[in-house]
Each structure stands twice: as structure tokens, then as C-alpha cells.
């Protein structure tokens, strides 16, 4: 078992990858992690909700393959992975810098050109004390990592070195010093122990704006990039180093971040909003800005990145500029309105609704906002509110219709039928829950940004919304079901606030899912809302393949518009040919409206799917269309008029997850998009019929209406 090989090393290389540091010894640090002890970590999880839910009866299987593969662990090196948790005292990982590394061979071949590369990786420090079994990790990195070679560093018990990395071009040494284990990464000089400063946390992790900036410019070779960083480094007073870490509670986990400076712009949260908040409220978040102040220090800032990026400009030349803009879009305000946009406390919360989570948003009004509403609905055809009232609108691409309210400091949109009544009122609203009152009794009174989570109704909320996860399994989507329903049982509301005080900005939350009401927001409405419409998407192109596309084949073959081998009977068509395009070269050709002219394309994008039409070649193969008529092909056309078959895929790789397929029979099919090959005409033109030929059977699963 390769152990030091992959828990040394490649913690580190993730770790870098995703953002981490501290100090050692006099090496400037860009990222840091820490973890202070491991029992003290196990003792608080063992206490916490995570180990409820860990020694539910319904986690028995899940377990039991745990201690398997942790029993294959020590079977194979002798090693608990447990106890060596329990063991270890404390754990720090640095990234301290990004360096190029040397020139390596592109080719192994000894008679091959000398062509040579360099890459830029990082350096960095890692150090771990492992009290017993740092001995024992030591012995087997020794034994398992081909490239080790022992090696004496004064004060070290023992040491060794060598390279890591997918092409051995990162350099590592490792030295024992009694129960510490520490690791230098492309290091000039060997490592040494070092003092890690741990607190009451059970993982802290910082970052150095300022030396990440500078490593990255050091890096830089194009000019235009390099003055960029350049002039991002001038932004000393919001760059100051972050702080952040995370203790497991009984509750969930409780975050805390402080930063070394102060953000402009940032005003205490009205708090009175959460009071027009229905009472039943899942969750909610509030921010406290005010954008002329926020713009006095940042105007600056931007003109000197326009100027790294070869446009400098004045002050007066910059407020032009904008004004050009605003007057291209016939908007009655200036510059300065623009400036003071936005002053008050912004608020968005989610609640019941039907099918699915209700979202409201709350943003004070301004001559500016007003503007830029108006502007808004007359391009989208909507008829606003006078103030003092409410209306219905229907946005965009979002198949749920929307409440929308003026009232003399708020514009409020929400997809919450009882918004109005909600916003109106005058009950106490949401801010009499135990989790709003957990809220405030924990920020300051100056918080800028403050949110409630009533987690355990969220929880419960979101095991209605499973069906529409797929899973591959019915046993996982009955586990997710089990172990919602024991976290709604066992969890507390959750919170978050952040506040500023002299020239440090500090935030803290606390809940089951990490940062407060923010990624719950994120993870319940938004996706919630997205899988609406990708549903509503879905129903859409089901219908278009059936009761459109279909039935327009069936008519273009019959009504013989296209007969290439003239023996009387007609041919399938391609989407351009049955909406309006051309069937010939003739100017005055036939044109049909079997589809309508959004289909007139060789690949359509339709309900956010992209369409694709393949006919039969004559020589077992297949044609896709192209703009314009078809060529004529005799050979084909005798086949032609027996197969047809049609792809629909998400057009947004990021929707992908099922792919749909129309056949000559009328049947429609479908399958993950996960185990389909998709290029930019979609899969191949045999994907349905397991890459076979026109006569074999289709493979896919036939599409049953739910």
C-alpha cells in the first residue's frame, strides 16, 4: 500500500488545487491549512448530528463497506486509518509559492528531437505529527515509493527524497523528526519542524490575497495580464488576509471568517423586513449596501484596471462613457443616479409554493432601479404596477407565474401567491420564528448581511422534491428518503450574519449543510426552480417528437414531395424540408409548414434541446442535413423512405442528463445523457440501435408517459 505516496503527496497537490495556507519558518505563505487534533475532531463528530445520521440503521450497508475497505488498509500496511486520525496531534499544509519546473523530454524516445517543456507547478510545505505511527508512515514511504532514496538532514531521525507528479518533475523531501513528519515541495532547502498555531477550531484555513497575487504575476508572461495583476495589487486595502475555520457542533458546523479589512458600501440590515416575510418561511438573507459609497471607492480602482488594459481614462472621460451607454437605451437618468442605485437592505427568501419552492426578492427602489424596471418590462411586453399595488407578470423561460409589488421604498417580485398579503401585513410576520430569533440574538446589531434558515422544515420540503433526482438505484433514492427525514428530526435552524468593525470584516454561520441560509438558497430554490423548467423542457420536447415531428414525417413520406428514385412513393425529410425550406434547386420550389419555421435549420434548437434528423445513404451509413435542398440521391432514396431517425439533447451542457430519440415506428426513446456520446451533431446517427445498422432493433429504454 503505497500510503505515504497517496495521503502526503496528493493531499497536498489537492489541497493546492483548491485553495489553502499558513507559515513555515521564514517562507512567505499563500495558503494554509490547519487541523489542530484529531481526537478532539472525532470526539465533537461523535457528538454531532452527522454521527446520528452516520449510525442510523438505514447507513448499515454504507458502513459495513467502510470497515471493509478500511480493514483492507491495515491488512495491507499494518495501520488503522482510525487510529492514526485518533493519533494525530495536529496537521498543517502551505502553498507557498508557484514555481517553473525543470525542463522535461516530451518524447521517451532517445532518437527523438530534444524538444523539451517546462510547466509551472507549486511549492510548499506539509507537516503532520502522527505521534506512533509517524515511525511506521515513514518505513513504508521508503518501501513503496519507487523514486525514494534515503537521504541525512541534520537533527532528522531519518529522511528521504525523490519526485512526484504525473511526470516526476515535482521534487519532494521528507524527514521524521521524533513523531513529525514534514515534507518541503520543490524546495531549495530541506525542511524543517516548524510551529503550527492552532486554536479552538476544528480545521482553520487562510489566505494571502497580496502573495497569491504576486506568485501569479511572477508567473505571467503576457504583458497586458501582468499589469493587470499589477494593478490588482494596488487594491492593498481590500486584499488583507482571510481567516476562516470550522468547528463541528452538536447543531452542524459553525464557520467563521475574518478578513483584514473593511468593505465600503456596507449598512446595518433593516431587520424590520423579515417581519413582512410569510410565517411559514423555509429561508432567508439580507444584505445592507449602499452603492454610492460602494462606487466612490471602487471608481478609482476600475479606471486604473482599464488603464493596465490599454484604456486609460479621467474621471470626467469614465462618467461619459457610462452616460453614452445609458443614452443608447433612451433611460432618463445620469451617471450619478446610476452611483446611488441601490440603498437599503436587499432581501430574498424562499417559502412553500407549489409545484415548487416560492423564491421573493426585495430590492429598495431609486430613480435609477425604476428606470431600468421600466425599461425592462416594455422590452418583454409587461405591464407594471402603479405604487401602492401588486400585479402579475410572467418572466422569461420560467414556467411559474410571478407576483410583483411597488409599494413607496420596495420593488418585490415573488413567485409566492401570498406575497402581497404577506408583505402588507402587519403580524410580526416571519421574524416571530425561533429561527429568526436565533438570528438576531447572535448577530451584532450592526450586521450588514443576516440570514435564518428553519432547517429542519427545509429538510422536510426537500424530500418532496426526490423523484425529480435521478438515481440509479431505488435503494439510494430510499436512503436519501430515510436519512431527510432522520436529519429534519434531529436538526435546529440555521443562521449567518456579517458585520464590519474597524478594519477587519467578520462573518459566522452555523447549520447542517455548512454556510447558513446562502447555499441553502442555493441548493434548494435555484435548482428547484431550474429543474422546473428543464421538466417543463422535457414534457416540451416529448410532445414536439410525438405530436409534431411525427406526424410531419408521416405526411412529407406520404404526400411523395421527395421520391429521388422515382418508383412512386415518397421519401422521409429533414427539418429545413418540412418547415419552409426548399425541397429542390428550383426557384419556385415547394415549400411546406409541416413544422413551423423555428424548425428550418439543419439542426434546430428547440425548448432548449438541439434536434438532429439522419436518413438512411443506401450503403448502410446515414446523411445528416445541411442548409439548403438535398442531393439527390437515387440509391438512397429507396431506403429513404423506410427509416428515419431523430436525436433531441440538452443544449446546455450543464442540463445534460437525458437524451431523447424519435424512430421510423413512431416510438419514442431515451437514455442518460451520461452514457451517450454527444458531439455537436449530437449522438451518432446509430447511437439508438447500439452502433448497429438501419435494421437492427433500437437498444434504448421506450418512453412511457408517467
Request: aromatic share 10%; proline share 7%; charged share 20%.
Amino acid at each position: 500500500m503505497r500510503l505515504m505516496y497517496d495521503l502526503l503527496p496528493r493531499v497536498f497537490s489537492l489541497v493546492v488545487v483548491g485553495t489553502v495556507s499558513l507559515t513555515a519558518a521564514d517562507t512567505p505563505t499563500v495558503m494554509s491549512l490547519t487541523i489542530g487534533d484529531g481526537a478532539r475532531l472525532i470526539k465533537h463528530f461523535d457528538a454531532s448530528i452527522y454521527a446520528k445520521l452516520w449510525n442510523d440503521r438505514s447507513m448499515e450497508a454504507l458502513r459495513l463497506k467502510t470497515s471493509d475497505a478500511l480493514g483492507k488498509i491495515e491488512k495491507d500496511t499494518g495501520i488503522n486509518p482510525l487510529d492514526v486520525m485518533k493519533a494525530l496531534r495536529s496537521f498543517n499544509f502551505q502553498f507557498t509559492d508557484l514555481v517553473k519546473t525543470p525542463p522535461v523530454a516530451k518524447d521517451a524516445d532517445p532518437l527523438a528531437p530534444a524538444e523539451t517543456t517546462t510547466k509551472t507547478t507549486t511549492a510548499g510545505f506539509l507537516q503532520v505529527d502522527l505521534g506512533e505511527f509517524a515511525q511506521r508512515i515513514m518505513e513504508l514511504s521508503l518501501k513503496t515509493h519507487e523514486s525514494a532514496t534515503p537521504m541525512t538532514i541534520p537533527g532528522a531521525d531519518e529522511a528521504i527524497n525523490g519526485t512526484i507528479g504525473t511526470q516526476g518533475t515535482d521534487a519532494f523531501t521528507l524527514a521524521r523528526y521524533g513523531s513529525r513528519l514534514v515534507m518541503g515541495i520543490n524546495q531549495d532547502q530541506p525542511p524543517s519542524p516548524y510551529t503550527i498555531s492552532t486554536d479552538d477550531a476544528d480545521v482553520v484555513f487562510t489566505l494571502n490575497y497580496k502573495s497569491l497575487l504576486n506568485s501569479i504575476a511572477k508567473q505571467e508572461t503576457q504583458p497586458d495580464q501582468k499589469a493587470v495583476f499589477d494593478a490588482l495589487k494596488q487594491m492593498d486595502k481590500f486584499l488583507g488576509p482571510i481567516h476562516w475555520d470550522m468547528t463541528i457542533l452538536p447543531e452542524g458546523i459553525r464557520e467563521r471568517i475574518s478578513q483584514q479589512t473593511s468593505y465600503p458600501g456596507l449598512i446595518p440590515v433593516d431587520r424590520s423586513l423579515f417581519a413582512r416575510l410569510p410565517t411559514n418561511t423555509y429561508m432567508a438573507v439580507a444584505y445592507g449596501f449602499d452603492s454610492a459609497v460602494y462606487w466612490q471607492a471602487f471608481e478609482p480602482m476600475l479606471i486604473d484596471l482599464l488603464a493596465a488594459q490599454g484604456t486609460p481614462m479621467t474621471s470626467a472621460q469614465f462618467k461619459t462613457q457610462i452616460e453614452s451607454v445609458i443614452t443608447q437605451f433612451n433611460v432618463p437618468i445620469t451617471y450619478d443616479d446610476i452611483k446611488s442605485a441601490i440603498t437599503g437592505t436587499i432581501l430574498a427568501s424562499v417559502s412553500p409554493g407549489a409545484p415548487f419552492p416560492s423564491v421573493t426578492i426585495a430590492i429598495p427602489r431609486s430613480k435609477a432601479l425604476d428606470a431600468f424596471i421600466g425599461v425592462g418590462a416594455n422590452l418583454q411586453q409587461l405591464t407594471l404596477p402603479e405604487e401602492g399595488k401588486s400585479g402579475q407578470i410572467r418572466l422569461p423561460n420560467i414556467p411559474l407565474p410571478f407576483t410583483i409589488i411597488c409599494d413607496q421604498k420596495y420593488w418585490v417580485i415573488s413567485s409566492d401567491p401570498n406575497a402581497t398579503m404577506a408583505w402588507n401585513a402587519t403580524d410580526g410576520g416571519w421574524s416571530t420564528s425561533t429561527a429568526v430569533k436565533t438570528a438576531f440574538e447572535q448577530a451584532p446589531p450592526h450586521s450588514a448581511i443576516l440570514g435564518a434558515s428553519d432547517t429542519p422544515t427545509v429538510l422536510r420540503a426537500a424530500g418532496g422534491f426526490l423523484p425529480f433526482v435521478p438515481f440509479n438505484d431505488p435503494k439510494d433514492k430510499q436512503l436519501a428518503t430515510v436519512l431527510l427525514a432522520r436529519a429534519a428530526g434531529a436538526a435546529t435552524t440555521g443562521y449567518i450574519f456579517g458585520f464590519s468593525s474597524k478594519d477587519q470584516w467578520s462573518m459566522e454561520a452555523r447549520g447542517i449543510m455548512g454556510f447558513g441560509a446562502m447555499p441553502i438558497i442555493a441548493a434548494v430554490a435555484i435548482p428547484t426552480l431550474l429543474q422546473s423548467r428543464q421538466t417543463a423542457n422535457d414534457a416540451a420536447v416529448v410532445a414536439s417528437l410525438k405530436s409534431g415531428v411525427f406526424p410531419a414525417q408521416i405526411q412529407f413520406q406520404g404526400g411523395g414531395y421527395v421520391d429521388q428514385n422515382q418508383d412512386g412513393i415518397g421519401e422521409f425529410g429533414f427539418f429545413n424540408e418540412l418547415s419552409g425550406g426548399p425541397l429542390d434547386h428550383r426557384a419556385d420550389s415547394v415549400r411546406l409548414n409541416l413544422l413551423p419555421m423555428t424548425w428550418n435549420a439543419p439542426y434546430p434548437t428547440i425548448h432548449g434541446y438541439t434536434f438532429a434528423c439522419w436518413l438512411p445513404d443506401g450503403a448502410d451509413g446515414a446523411i445528416g442535413a445541411k442548409e439548403g435542398p438535398r442531393t439527390s440521391n437515387s440509391v438512397a432514396g429507396a431506403a429513404q423512405h423506410k427509416n428515419f431517425v431523430v436525436y433531441a439533447w440538452p443544449t446546455d451542457p450543464t442540463q445534460r442528463k437525458t437524451v431523447y430519440a424519435l424512430s421510423s415506428s413512431g416510438m419514442i426513446y431515451y437514455k442518460s445523457a451520461d452514457e451517450v456520446e454527444l458531439s455537436e451533431t449530437g449522438p451518432a446517427w446509430n447511437a439508438l440501435f447500439d452502433a448497429k445498422g438501419w435494421d437492427s432493433p433500437a437498444t434504448w429504454t421506450p418512453y412511457k408517459k408517467k
